[in-house]
């Protein structure tokens, strides 16, 4: 079948780098390359290729080295601890825009077309000016990493054989008929996502030290301690501590315990099912998940066992917890920074950057249950990584607080002042 090339919309100003290899010994990257460039060609969205297959390349100039040290110097954690870098990744005007899931997930919230129309930052996701290219929310400066470079301009005319400013005054603005429907969706989900939940009344029975709710068991210590947690309960002391505190708390034991089965979204997107079934248990700042629940007892719960599938460890670095805006079951786990932290996920060299997507959909919890479990977990979290924040003295250090200075200099890296 011939491939049937599309024509950019030159309404799209924003310019879209795209990192990839052509190189067919790496087919799980060559084919998720693929689909980002479909996607964005359906989109009619021009985009800048740069292709990591060197023989592909070979022979021409066009930037891409340049272009490919300020992204590295724009954005930080694009590598693996190997070095390696993880393709496909998308970019939107010099910023790290992330895979070609979060690229599909954009589209479907009506985001996209804005983003590449400049009408919105690609970072925070707030309104900005089309003429600008600085986020005044984010505090981002935006710039085109290959100006000069593989031109919409070109692509038209090669496209059309000519085209003026009267063709791109008739080329239509939007991004489809349905596009502002799915962002008056997104917005109304993002506003009732940030509205105060009112009081719930909760009914609680407790067997042993299994506290019941619905059809599955949260594990707890004491019965007092949950109705603290779900905020159900007067601001009592819960082992001398207030339930406001206890939320937070940088204790792993203080947090609740979650555990049953979820839906895992697969990383290959050419997987014939996308998710499969999972048991997981969130426990001391952890998530783990096993094939079924009988594996999870075999490794007795614990995330080194030989038969646990994967984990994320919260206290190993900042973590993003997003809920599908598009439906009431879906949520999401990624790294804060773009790239999880050593030790954070299992297996972390081979994708860094991964996205973690789970759903509820005829589990025994709800994603209401589990996102407010997970928080206070990843809350907790970025709590105790707070208190371990070092920081090393220099000279000025010491004369200010009219301590001797050292006698060896060299040592001062050794020096660690604990903070917090």
Known sequence: MAHVKVPPNPNYVAEVVVLLTSLGAK?????????????????????KVIDFNMDARAGRDAGE??????????????RAEAGDLPLPQIFVDGIYLGDTAKLQSLEDDGLLGRIL????????????????????????????????????????????????????????????????DRFAAY????????????????????TGHTVRKGKGDIMFEERQRLAALEGSAPETL???????????????????????????????????????KRYAILRGMQLYWWKDKKDASDDKGLGDGPLCKGFVDFSAGP?????????????????????????????????PSRTFTFDTTGCEYG?????GALTKHIRSASCRRADRTTVVPDDDFYAAVGLPIPDSISSSSNRLLRVG
């Open 117 to 180: 129309r400049r009408q919105m930052c690609v970072k925070c996701l707030r309104r900005k000016s089309m003429d600008s290219m600085y986020c005044r929310f984010c505090r981002l400066d935006f710039e085109e990493v290959l100006h000069g470079h593989m031109m919409i301009e070109d692509e038209l005319v090669q496209y059309y054989g000519t085209y003026t400013d009267e063709d791109r005054q008739e080329e239509e603005s939007d991004s489809g008929d349905d596009a502002d």
């Open 27 to 47: 087919r799980s990257e060559l084919n998720a390359g693929r689909l980002a460039c479909d996607l964005l060609e359906i989109k009619r969205a021009h985009r």
């Open 65 to 78: 080295d340049v272009a490919i040290e300020r992204l590295e110097a724009k954005n930080r954690n694009l």
């Open 367 to 371: 994603r209401e249950v589990w996102v």
């Open 187 to 206: 917005e109304a989900a993002l506003e009732a996502s940030t509205r105060p939940a009112p009081p719930k009344k909760i009914t609680v029975r407790r």
């Open 319 to 351: 973590v993003e917890l997003q809920p599908m805006l598009e439906n009431s079951s879906t949520f999401t786990l990624m790294p804060s920074g773009g790239q999880w932290a050593r030790g954070a996920i299992r297996k972390g060299d081979r994708d």
């Open 238 to 276: 819960v082992d001398g501590q207030r339930a406001s505190e206890l939320q937070f708390s940088r204790d792993p034991s203080a947090l609740p315990e979650l555990q049953g089965y979820l839906w895992k979204k697969s990383p290959n997107q050419l997987r014939f099912r996308s998710f499969s």
